[in-house]
């Protein structure tokens, strides 16, 4: 069983910054891709970045030029720094991984962390 936890969320001002992180722990042979989603209230859940093994990233259009997302595979630990926030911005954020186990991909979702940017 693998286990993804979230931190660093809280409540920020428009224009702020805050970090968060998202730590892999359990049987796992490797991680593959991670991914930030976020859910609005009475929203989808959708897509913010992902990043590859080798450190590649990709962002959203609305989060490019203000989100960047990291990854330290030793800690097997990702990082999504949040800066120039804005109200909209506000919801939970969600990690998922695509973790190796015995030969296999799975695909794993961590409990949420809840950002509210607002004045």
């Known amino acids: 069983q693998v286990q993804l936890v979230e931190s660093g969320g809280g409540l920020v001002q428009p224009g702020g910054s805050l970090t968060l992180s998202c730590a892999a722990s359990?049987?796992?042979?490797?991680?593959?891709?991670m991914y930030w989603y976020r859910q609005a209230p009475g929203q989808q859940r959708v897509f913010v970045a992902r990043i590859i093994p080798n450190g590649r990233t990709f962002y959203a259009d609305s989060v490019e030029g203000r989100f960047t997302m990291s990854r330290n595979n030793a800690k097997n630990t990702v990082y999504l720094q949040m800066n120039s926030l804005k109200p909209e911005d506000t919801a939970v954020y969600y990690c998922n991984a695509l973790c190796e186990q015995g030969g296999r991909v799975d695909d794993y979702w961590g409990q949420g962390t809840q950002v509210t940017v607002s004045s």
């Open positions: 359990g049987n796992i042979d490797s991680i593959d891709t």
